[in-house]
């Protein structure tokens, strides 16, 4: 599986649009790229995933560079509810688990 | 209706002591998890069941054994707990082959 790079932490000020970055330069063709959050003593929770194309849901938006060796998670309007610890994961169909790095502290301040 | 429940939430106990950590799912999927995340906050896959079948088993002390009565269900027992098994266990359920994890909200063990 690639191996993904994050920044420790960030901080975004509420209202503001988050942009979480993330390096996996060496991903290969079949890895997706993945991303979840973990709020603070909750369980981690799926935000996105995507391969080539960017993509948006409800929570985020994934831009993938034409190369994919990088990625950001992009909160569009950041709240308070928002600061967590986000994991980018890279993996190929069928792994058979979920890996996770030490992500990106991210503080949204008021 | 929580999606993955896990019982209980918080779990206080001496050294030497077993104990079961319970979890269930209402999602209709087939695989179910058990990761451990320690007080480096490292969230490390322990155990994993698809259909009542062990797939994944890392390397963890034969203390903990997991039981999967059926796929709805997926049960961590620890024998002779010791103090560094104090950690956030989490039980997560998906689809075989999806990486779309739900979570449950933890449980919190403290061995003393």
């Known amino acids: 599986d690639a191996k993904t790079t994050q920044p420790p932490s960030m901080d975004c000020a509420e209202g503001r649009a988050a942009n979480l970055p993330c390096n996996h330069s060496t991903i290969s063709g079949n890895e997706y790229v993945y991303w979840y959050r973990q709020i603070h003593s909750q369980g981690p929770q799926y935000i996105i995933h995507g391969l080539k194309n960017n993509e948006t849901n409800e929570m985020a938006s994934l831009i993938i560079t034409e190369d994919r060796k990088s990625s950001t998670l992009i909160l569009p309007h950041a709240t308070l509810r928002d600061t967590a610890v986000y994991y980018c994961?890279?993996?190929?169909?069928?792994?058979?688990?979920?890996?996770f790095g030490q992500g990106t502290r991210l503080t949204i301040n008021p | 209706d929580t999606a993955v429940s896990q019982t209980p939430k918080y779990l206080v106990t001496q050294m030497g002591n077993d104990k079961s950590i319970k979890c269930e799912q209402n999602l209709g999927h087939d695989t179910m998890y058990w990761y451990k995340q320690d007080s480096k906050k490292f969230l490390k896959i322990m155990f994993s069941?698809?259909?009542?079948?062990?797939?994944i088993n890392e390397t963890v002390p034969n203390r903990f054994s997991p039981k999967s009565p059926d796929k709805a269900h997926l049960n961590l027992h620890i024998n002779s707990l010791e103090l560094g098994d104090s950690a956030v266990y989490f039980c997560a359920s998906s689809h075989l082959g999806s990486y779309g994890y739900t979570f449950g909200s933890g449980t919190r063990l403290t061995v003393v």
């Open positions: 069941y698809n259909n009542k079948e062990l797939i």
């Open positions: 994961i890279a993996l190929p169909e069928g792994a058979q688990k979920l890996v």
